[in-house]
């Protein structure tokens, strides 16, 4: 069974630094690509970053661009969202999300149940 | 700021059915496929629809999708109240190199 587990939520004063993970199991992490997705409170989704299999390769959502930074660690089966000058509209909860690839098709398939980050003085 | 835009709400009585569409709002940002995601009340997403009308195994065929031109549409037939949850479409765009999501939709079965 694939899992996705997000951990290193909290309360993080405005300008500060915070760095989320998520812990993969059930299937070969190395293989797939993975995404950051946040949800503000009362809010709709947001994509905020995508990492290749490999970690070679990354995408940002403007709103985050410069100041994320997504990685990974394939021998330890996990994801990282490094988030530096953080902003009160940067409160949401974050998501780990896995993309499944079948030929030409990709989308993301599993979801973790998310991560609270607060960003608040 | 979102580039796909979803009506805010849907609602139907139960066993009925409804639509809810997803436009972008350029032709040129380079969305060929879409997916749809159901979102339970304090749950996570889960994915309905991908490729703009497949359907992963176990999402049951009262889910359907199609996609035209820069609009796509999610439709659920035989509506239950299982179904009163926050939708939606999502789709990578190649011509701007990120992912982007519709700006959702409330359905509530009356």
């Known amino acids: 069974e694939v899992q996705l587990v997000e951990s290193g939520g909290g309360l993080v004063q405005p300008g500060g630094s915070l760095r989320v993970s998520c812990a993969a199991s059930g299937f070969t992490f190395s293989s797939f690509e993975m995404n950051w997705v946040r949800q503000a409170p009362g809010k709709g989704l947001e994509w905020v970053s995508h990492i290749s299999s490999s970690g070679n390769t990354m995408y940002y959502a403007d709103s985050v661009k410069g100041r994320f930074t997504i990685s990974r660690d394939n021998a330890k089966n996990s994801l990282y969202l490094q988030m530096d000058s953080l902003r009160g509209e940067d409160t949401a909860v974050y998501y780990c999300?896995?993309?499944?690839?079948?030929?030409?098709?990709?989308?993301?398939?599993?979801w973790g149940q998310g991560t609270l980050v607060t960003v608040s003085s | 700021q979102s580039v796909l835009t979803q009506p805010p709400s849907v609602s139907a009585a139960p066993g009925q059915k409804v639509t809810i569409s997803c436009s972008a709002s350029?032709?040129?940002?380079?969305?060929?496929?879409v997916s749809w995601y159901q979102q339970l009340p304090g749950t996570a997403p889960k994915v309905l629809i991908y490729d703009n009308n497949k359907r992963p195994s176990g999402i049951p065929d009262r889910f359907s999708g199609s996609k035209s031109g820069t609009s796509a549409t999610l439709g659920i037939t035989g509506l239950q109240t299982g179904d009163e949850a926050d939708y939606y479409c999502g789709a990578w765009s190649s011509s701007l190199s990120v992912y982007v999501f519709g700006t959702g939709t409330k359905v509530t079965v009356l």
């Open positions: 350029s032709s040129n940002i380079g969305i060929n496929y």
């Open positions: 999300a896995r993309t499944y690839c079948s030929g030409t098709s990709c989308y993301r398939d599993s």
